[in-house]
């Protein structure tokens, strides 16, 4: 795609904007960046990039008169298709795109993608590294928190890329066609900005949407959804399961990832030789295994990576140990189904913080993993009196509400006794009380870090 002396619209100033502004800057873009927030100064989003600088700010209210001539708008992450600002593009016919299809257009080399509601960023890390055990030029980027757009100008054809995609990124592709790709499991989430589970559901599929029969998908057989859409794909098919042993495929048994080919299976790596925790990690290294092989990672490589693999940060992250507790930080479990593995992954009895921004979610089915796990709930933020109902409902009465979350990382150590955890997974996203969970998670730490040095 051709940028030089087009008028680009960036919307939004975060970290995809600047990415995606200065990868048009180097393009030749002419830039108007506009943002939302009218409470911004113009001076400010300035001093962000230097892509910024000689462009054209708009803040607040988007007009007619400020669009008009547009070739191209592109949109971060964050920002929904059905904001006004949007069908007024759309109404003013100015095509518009995403960050990540701005990356892929602008990108080279070859291209691996994974989506999934849950265990995406530790598929794609572990993915990074089973690809840098074999090629030389290895990108991880996209949702796991580096810009595909930051990256895509020093691609070389032989670069190898491994991204993480969300469902908001999906939104805006069309031309995108990973070599590779994945969803890992779709279960509800981000019904405030999808409404439904069908569109949810669309959004994720869309990954595979140019695939064809020289590309591979890897697919978790057990879900029911993704085992119904393999069979309509052109593209070939390679399933992993943590239930059913496969003719074809990764299955995990008996505490063993197997590889199957025609009904014939080979011991990939024992379970215990991981350094991550729970049913479901085992299911993020067989995706990630099973899209290393088919990038043509050999298998004593990447039985060596997997082995070498430490848990990401912010997922079922070990902390500390205190006095006998043990101290996790799954701050990146932000919705039901992410909590869940996080409280099947415990090996100790658990008392658990959860809560946060209310995404439209129903917390009953994370409840009823609770018996024999959870010993105490500490509830906070904006979803804390709808998943105290929630426990009311389903006959978990060992909760109890605090206000801050200082107070509940203090009261979790006041309940757990030696041989116990304290987990953070709050089973609900970080907007209003955290820019992200990222920074929740890192304020557990550092929570956690004063409990320590309090403790001697």
Same mark, same amino acid.
């Given at each position: 795609?051709?940028?030089?002396?087009?008028?680009?619209?960036?919307?939004?100033?975060?970290?995809?904007? %600047?990415?995606?502004?200065?990868?048009?800057?180097?393009?030749?873009?002419?830039?108007? %960046?506009?943002?939302?927030?009218?409470?911004?100064?113009?001076?400010?989003?300035?001093?962000?990039?230097?892509?910024?600088?000689?462009?054209?700010?708009?803040?607040?209210?988007?007009?007619?008169?400020?669009?008009?001539?547009?070739?191209?708008?592109?949109?971060?992450?964050?920002?929904?298709?059905?904001?006004?600002?949007?069908?007024?593009?759309?109404?003013?016919?100015?095509?518009?795109?995403?960050?990540?299809?701005?990356?892929?257009?602008?990108?080279? !080399?070859?291209?691996?993608?994974?989506?999934?509601?849950?265990?995406?960023?530790?598929?794609?890390?572990?993915?990074?590294?089973?690809?840098?055990?074999?090629?030389?030029?290895?990108?991880?980027?996209?949702?796991? !928190?580096?810009?595909?757009?930051?990256?895509?100008?020093?691609?070389?054809?032989?670069?190898?890329?491994?991204?993480?995609?969300?469902?908001?990124?999906?939104?805006?592709?069309?031309?995108?066609?990973?070599?590779?790709?994945?969803?890992?499991?779709?279960?509800?989430?981000?019904?405030?900005?999808?409404?439904?589970?069908?569109?949810?559901?669309?959004?994720?599929?869309?990954?595979?949407?140019?695939?064809?029969?020289?590309?591979?998908?890897?697919?978790?057989?057990?879900?029911?959804?993704?085992?119904?859409?393999?069979?309509?794909?052109?593209?070939?098919?390679?399933?992993?399961?943590?239930?059913?042993?496969?003719?074809?495929?990764?299955?995990?048994?008996?505490?063993?990832?197997?590889?199957?080919?025609?009904?014939?299976?080979?011991?990939?790596?024992?379970?215990?030789?991981?350094?991550?925790? !729970?049913?479901?990690?085992?299911?993020?290294?067989?995706?990630?295994?099973?899209?290393?092989?088919?990038?043509?990672?050999?298998?004593?490589?990447?039985?060596?990576?997997?082995?070498?693999?430490?848990?990401?940060?912010?997922? %079922?992250?070990?902390?500390?140990?205190?006095?006998?507790?043990?101290?996790?930080?799954?701050?990146?479990?932000?919705?039901?189904?992410?909590?869940?593995?996080?409280?099947?992954?415990?090996?100790?009895?658990?008392?658990?913080?959860?809560?946060?921004?209310?995404?439209?979610?129903?917390?009953?089915?994370?409840?009823?993993?609770?018996?024999?796990?959870?010993?105490?709930?500490?509830?906070?933020?904006?979803?804390?009196?709808? %998943?105290?109902?929630?426990?009311?409902?389903?006959?978990?009465?060992?909760?109890?509400?605090?206000?801050?979350?200082?107070?509940?990382?203090?009261?979790?150590?006041?309940?757990?006794?030696?041989?116990?955890?304290?987990?953070?997974?709050?089973?609900?996203?970080?907007?209003?009380?955290?820019?992200?969970?990222?920074?929740?998670?890192?304020?557990?730490?550092?929570?956690?870090?004063?409990?320590?040095?309090?403790? !001697?």
């Amino acid at each position: 795609m051709e940028f030089q002396q087009k008028k680009v619209l960036v919307f939004g100033t975060g970290k995809s904007g %600047i990415a995606a502004a200065e990868l048009l800057q180097k393009k030749g873009a002419l830039l108007l %960046i506009y943002d939302g927030n009218d409470k911004l100064s113009v001076d400010e989003v300035k001093s962000r990039s230097a892509a910024f600088r000689d462009a054209e700010i708009v803040l607040g209210a988007l007009t007619e008169e400020k669009i008009r001539g547009l070739d191209l708008a592109v949109l971060s992450p964050g920002v929904s298709p059905e904001k006004p600002e949007v069908q007024l593009l759309r109404k003013q016919q100015i095509p518009i795109t995403g960050e990540i299809e701005l990356a892929y257009v602008c990108g080279v !080399g070859r291209l691996a993608a994974i989506t999934g509601t849950n265990g995406k960023t530790t598929t794609t890390a572990l993915t990074g590294e089973l690809l840098a055990a074999h090629f030389g030029d290895v990108r991880v980027v996209g949702n796991i !928190g580096i810009p595909y757009t930051e990256e895509a100008c020093s691609m070389t054809e032989e670069t190898v890329t491994v991204a993480e995609i969300s469902s908001y990124q999906l939104e805006t592709t069309d031309r995108f066609h990973p070599e590779v790709s994945a969803i890992l499991n779709i279960t509800p989430d981000h019904l405030d900005r999808h409404h439904t589970m069908e569109n949810y559901i669309a959004a994720k599929e869309r990954i595979t949407a140019r695939q064809d029969k020289n590309d591979t998908v890897v697919l978790n057989y057990e879900d029911p959804v993704l085992r119904a859409f393999g069979e309509t794909l052109p593209c070939n098919v390679v399933w992993f399961s943590s239930e059913k042993k496969l003719n074809d495929g990764l299955f995990f048994e008996n505490g063993v990832i197997y590889t199957a080919s025609a009904g014939k299976a080979e011991p990939l790596i024992e379970v215990a030789k991981l350094q991550i925790l !729970g049913k479901h990690n085992y299911e993020n290294a067989m995706a990630a295994a099973a899209i290393a092989g088919a990038m043509g990672v050999p298998r004593e490589k990447i039985i060596t990576a997997l082995t070498s693999f430490k848990a990401v940060e912010h997922r %079922i992250e070990f902390v500390a140990e205190i006095d006998g507790v043990r101290y996790y930080n799954d701050s990146k479990g932000t919705n039901p189904d992410a909590a869940i593995k996080a409280v099947e992954a415990m090996e100790r009895r658990t008392v658990l913080i959860g809560g946060g921004y209310d995404k439209n979610a129903t917390y009953e089915e994370w409840i009823h993993t609770f018996p024999g796990k959870v010993k105490k709930l500490i509830l906070l933020g904006q979803t804390a009196d709808k %998943i105290a109902a929630a426990c009311e409902a389903c006959g978990f009465l060992d909760y109890e509400k605090v206000e801050t979350f200082a107070d509940a990382v203090h009261r979790a150590a006041g309940c757990a006794s030696s041989g116990e955890a304290v987990l953070l997974s709050p089973a609900c996203a970080s907007w209003g009380m955290f820019v992200n969970f990222e920074e929740r998670g890192k304020q557990f730490k550092e929570l956690v870090m004063e409990l320590q040095k309090s403790h !001697g």
